[in-house]
């Protein structure tokens, strides 16, 4: 495939304001009718290429005149009409077959209703068109369908007709006034069931709002619903930004291949993201819910209003809407619950990538397949550069930035630098340095050292970037780095935002009787690792004292690290390092507790992901084995004051999803955990007691995993028992391969196989692949074979996946593309399984991106 450069863009030669598509959906084959206006922009006299793919062109006319075959020329990707006016009228006959569809882009069916996902470039296997998000029309769409099948006919804006044919047939027309590009271009025919809702805008408008699922699910619909509610409302309240239609609808869908999708009035959504009750969902999954549905939400504008000039421009889209969904899910919740959460994430995924072959700043600069684009690096990393500049002017300077960015930019399709060159104008500073953010890729190192004499505290920092494919020198970054200094009592002397523009700078803080304690990368005000020697005396400090809830946690890390890193090294445990973190925990257990959800992230030991991420050469058992040993170590020995606190928080926790009542399911499962992991009978049957006495899913759910996970003699039967009592629901399901698929322990292997045949699981289903390939490419010790078993494994569902659906198959083999950073014998056996992949025939666009770039 070849390589698309952004040096290499050049404007639309056509425009293309209006569209008129009429389908007639049919199970066997659906005929499109695509009827659009047609204007030269620039150029005279070349020829209309029209994207297009897989599907069948019917006839072709020009101002209603029929095209002879001498007229066009068509390949497997595109369609050129040589001489054409300068204003026409084109109309383009197509032929599809959504039932046969698995790779999920462009229209297919789900469940046996049709839908479409036409980001990022789907829409040209429904039409040839100018398939690019600088083209924007406005769209009127026809739907017509059997009565009986498809009851349920929705695409984007506004409905505007509908009626009944003679033949079981019926229709419905959409208009939607704004103009938007192909991308965002949806329909959804089918029998469905919603829930529906209203809205008042600020200005006074009522919006309908519908959720559509499929009828058992109805009555899973209802916390989404109060989510879309509550985005609305946020997004008046924190940017100003109101809805702009008189419907929004969102369906959901059994079979995506993403979380969902923001099309113009009518979201899509994977069902993940939308059915919930207490009996199926935890509340982690409640938490994803409210936070997808805002996101979707939030591209009303920051995507939809101001859309994309083209696909590397994809995070002025993506990272300004996850930042714009974190910081709503901040204001409902717990802030600094969300940013740990969001820390993690970045650093399990983004700092990974970042690290690899598919290393790319959040504005690429050149790709091969934009599917693989969709990366945590433009969407996390993405999110954290709009922070760092909200940081940088202030939350005043930034809103005067968003309004103008949506002001000025309101129905055009722009670029990442509109964005930031709004930010400066609205807020009078120089970002010239900042944009290094966007160009460079790599994750930035920041060390420090500190020195105390004369009442004064000096620290110098120093950055730096590692070289990232095509970039082997970087310049320094501008970033906020905030601080604050605390006395050894606890008490906050001094906070600010240092700001870091060079490769060493220095910062003196005088008058300060006592030496204080650091307070360093509060909120993680920069997305870059630490280098920075606290000894344990100051990091208990801030884990007592500290008001920033990030830092808190972070500095809890930090003492386990010094545990865990050497003793993953070294293979052994060092036990002055152990009893410094057994008491902590113990202080941690005993103290009187104000913020149980916070207490519940203090008591994690740091990721076994964030252990291989900060490894030199990756020991994966090694890395699982020492993190079980010390959760079972700490566990032993903390057996009485974990079982307080499980006790405290009362078998049954409310029923309700109060940040109360979801606080305290979170401690109270996490001290089970370690409860179970002391391997003792009685907590087993604990265990055991909480998973059938259980109220919610979280609980349940939370004892399942404990057991299955620990070496309680019943864990077969438990699993059956979890199966018998859930098999018709297939988001539980996902849950009970995910979990077996992670539990750590050897020989795995034949289990996930026999999962595989499970007659819930199916590999056509992204979810289902997701929660039992891709759960188990997770699991440090079963996945790493000695004998690379488990790549073996990895690679053969790949290749099984290619021809069903590439994109999903790019993202699982993504996951073994870092096989440089590991050790011997996993990085050998890794590289010679891509290898293997590599020699296939028939490798789809997107498999191959990842597997050259992983080889080169
Ligand atoms: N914009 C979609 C992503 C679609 C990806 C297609 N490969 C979801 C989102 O970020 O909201
Ligand atoms: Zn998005």
């Known amino acids: ?39 030269r922009s620039s150029g005279s006299g070349t020829p209309l290429v029209l994207h297009g793919e897989k599907m069948q062109l019917v006839s072709l006319a020009i101002n209603g005149k029929t095209l002879s075959d001498a007229e066009y020329q068509i390949d497997a990707e595109s369609l050129t009409i040589l001489n054409v006016p300068d204003a026409f009228e084109l109309e383009v006959q197509t ?88 991308y965002l271009f949806a329909l959804v025919a089918g029998n469905l069931e919603h829930v529906t809702d209203h809205f008042t805008t600020a200005s006074g408008n009522k919006v309908e709002l519908n959720i559509y699922a499929q009828q058992h699910n109805i009555e899973k619909c209802d916390h989404a619903m109060a989510s879309l509610k509550k985005s609305m409302r946020w997004d008046e309240d924190v940017y100003g930004r109101e809805y702009d239609l008189d419907i929004y609808n969102i369906v959901a869908v059994d079979d995506f291949n993403m979380g969902a999708m923001e099309n113009k009035g009518l979201n899509v959504f994977n069902s993940k993201y939308v059915l919930a009750n207490q009996d199926t969902a935890t509340d982690l999954d409640y938490e994803g819910i409210e936070s997808v549905i805002a996101h979707e939400y939030f591209h009303n504008w920051s995507g939809n209003r101001v859309t994309c000039r083209d696909w590397f421009q994809l995070s002025l889209k993506e990272g300004f809407t996850v930042f714009r969904d974190q910081e709503f899910s901040a204001d409902m919740g717990s802030r600094a619950v969300k940013r740990i959460r969001d820390v993690q994430s970045l650093r399990a995924f983004q700092f990974k990538e970042d690290a690899g072959p598919m290393a790319h700043p959040v504005r690429p600069d050149s790709y091969q397949e934009i599917n693989n684009f969709y990366t945590s690096t433009i969407y996390q990393k993405g999110a954290e550069v709009i922070r760092m ?11 005067r930035g968003t309004d103008l960015y949506f002001d000025r930019f309101d129905g055009q399709a722009v670029t990442t630098e509109d964005f930031v060159t709004s930010i400066e104008q609205a807020n009078d500073i120089d970002l010239a340095q900042f944009r290094l953010w966007y160009t460079q890729s790599g994750t930035p190192s920041i060390r420090v050292q500190q020195s105390y004499t004369d009442q004064t505290l000096t620290l110098t920092i120093q950055q730096s970037c590692p070289a990232t494919p095509g970039q082997d020198r970087k310049r320094p970054f501008q970033m906020p780095l905030c601080i604050a200094l605390l006395l050894p009592s606890g008490e906050k002397v001094l906070q600010q935002t240092l700001v870091l523009t060079e490769d060493e700078q220095s910062f003196e803080f005088s008058g300060l009787p006592e030496q204080p304690v650091v307070s360093m990368l509060r909120g993680f005000s920069a997305p870059v690792k630490l280098e920075y020697n606290q ?33 993953v090294e070294n293979g052994s445990i060092n036990e002055a390092a152990y009893s410094r973190v057994r008491d902590a925990f113990l202080k941690l257990l005993t103290e009187p507790c104000h913020d149980k959800a916070m207490l519940a992230e203090m008591l994690s030991l740091p990721t076994a992901s964030y252990l291989a991420e900060l490894s030199e050469a990756i020991e994966p058992r090694q890395i699982s084995l020492i993190r079980q040993q010390c959760v079972q170590r700490l566990a032993k020995d903390l057996e009485s004051p974990f079982h307080t606190v499980y006790a405290q928080q009362g078998q049954n926790t409310d029923f309700s999803l109060d940040a109360e009542s979801m606080a305290s399911r979170s401690l109270k499962n996490r001290t089970l955990m370690y409860l179970v992991a002391t391997g003792q009978p009685a907590y087993y049957a604990l265990a055991s007691h909480q998973y059938h006495a259980a109220n919610t899913m979280t609980d349940r759910l939370s004892a399942f995993t404990a057991l299955v996970h620990s070496s309680y003699p019943d864990r077969q039967a438990l699993i059956d028992h979890f199966y018998q009592q859930w098999k018709d629901d297939p988001l539980v399901m996902d849950k009970w391969f995910a979990m077996q698929a992670i539990a750590p322990r050897d020989n795995l292997l034949p289990d996930i196989e026999q999962l595989m045949s499970n007659p819930t699981f199916s590999i056509n289903n992204p979810n289902k692949v997701r929660s039992l390939i891709g759960a188990f490419t997770s699991n440090l010790l079963a996945f790493h074979q000695q004998d690379g078993a488990g790549y073996k494994f990895l690679v053969d569902c790949v290749i099984q996946l290619n021809t069903i659906n590439p994109q999903v198959a790019a993202r699982l083999i993504s996951t073994i593309n870092n096989w440089r950073r590991y050790a011997q014998p996993y990085q050998s056996l890794m590289c010679t399984q891509l290898e293997r992949l590599a020699n296939e025939n028939g490798l789809a666009s997107d498999v191959t991106e990842i597997v050259s770039k992983a080889l080169k």
Not at 16 to 30: C, G, K, R, Y
Not at 154 to 174: F, K, Q
Not at 538 to 562: H, I, N, P, Y
């Open 95 to 182: 032929e599809l077959l959504p039932h046969l569809n698995t790779e999920l882009s462009g229209l297919y069916q789900s469940s046996g209703n049709f839908c479409t996902q036409c980001e990022a470039e789907g829409f040209r296997r429904i039409t040839y068109f100018l398939d690019r998000p600088d083209v924007l029309s406005v769209y009127r769409v026809r739907l017509t369908a059997d009565v009986v099948d498809c009851p349920v006919l929705l695409s984007n804006g506004n409905p505007v007709a509908s009626g009944r044919n003679d033949d079981n047939t019926h229709w419905a027309e959409w208009f939607d006034p704004h103009p938007k590009p192909s």
């Open 1 to 39: 495939n070849p390589t698309i450069y952004l040096k290499d863009y050049q404007k639309p030669e056509f425009l293309i304001p209006e569209v008129m598509l009429d389908f007639a959906l049919n199970q066997a084959s659906t005929l499109v009718v695509a009827t659009m206006q047609v204007k």
């Open 389 to 399: 500049m909200r940081e940088l002017v202030g939350v005043e300077g930034f809103r």
């Open 535 to 567: 000894s344990d005396d100051e990091l208990l400090t801030l884990v007592s004292f500290d008001d920033d809830g990030f830092v808190r946690w972070e500095a809890m890390q930090r003492l386990c690290l010094k545990l865990l890193l050497p003793a």
